[in-house]
């Protein structure tokens, strides 16, 4: 595709993929958090957040995204970006750790890995991720039972308490990812999830009624 060409489409040309990338980075923007958790009012990045910020620049720049599964047993989901116009590109597998075996356990699995995959490839990262919950950790972790004692009575009890009244699987892993590094290292707040979790798990649709 000629220079003239790509101006006309309104899309930038490169090089090669990593010219591309390295332009687009310089242009990504914040990641919102767009989902919220209502029990806890707090607020974090799904997939459909980060890709809204990383594709639209992508493909600016003569770039396609790809999300597929890979790896010999199909057990990975790659993310590969690819431009097009040079036919070069990179990619990046993320292991599919599955802990339901049903069509909802597969969705949950493949729909975080999509998210890391473009978070890795492209570098985005949205503000307060785990990441950085890990970095406020202090270096030596206390044994959870005494962890439950470090933090304040009535943030574990409403852990507990939400985790306990989640109505469906999904609800439950949201309320669980939005929950604080501290008080998920908690060890009755764990007990809490592993029960409402196994409680669910007994009722889960059949895989022929799933909604999706």
């Excluded at 910020?53 to 993310?79: F, K, Q, S």
């Amino acid at each position: 595709m000629s220079s003239e060409t790509g101006k006309r489409e309104g899309m930038s040309v490169h090089q090669n993929i990593y010219c591309a990338l390295a332009a687009a980075q310089m242009e990504f923007g914040t990641v919102a958090k767009g989902s919220v958790n209502p029990a806890f009012k707090s607020r974090y990045a799904d997939l459909a957040d980060v890709a809204a910020v990383v594709i639209p620049v992508l493909a600016r720049h003569g770039v396609a995204v790809l999300h597929y599964m890979a790896g010999d047993n199909v057990d990975r989901m790659r993310t590969e970006f690819v431009h097009g116009a040079s036919e070069t590109r990179v990619h990046c597998d993320v292991p599919l750790l599955v802990d339901r075996k049903n069509m909802q356990g597969m969705k949950s699995a493949t729909t975080y890995a999509k998210r890391i995959g473009l978070e890795s490839l492209s570098g985005v990262a949205p503000e307060d991720d785990d990441g950085n919950e890990a970095a406020k950790a202090p270096p030596v972790r206390q044994a959870r039972p005494q962890a439950d004692r470090q933090q304040g009575p009535v943030d574990v009890d409403v852990a507990r308490d939400s985790l306990a009244k989640a109505d469906t699987l999904d609800r439950l892993q949201a309320i669980w990812e939005a929950l604080p590094g501290n008080v998920r290292a908690c060890i009755s707040v764990t007990n809490a999830k592993d029960a409402r979790k196994a409680a669910l798990s007994g009722s889960v649709l059949a895989d022929d009624e799933i909604p999706y």
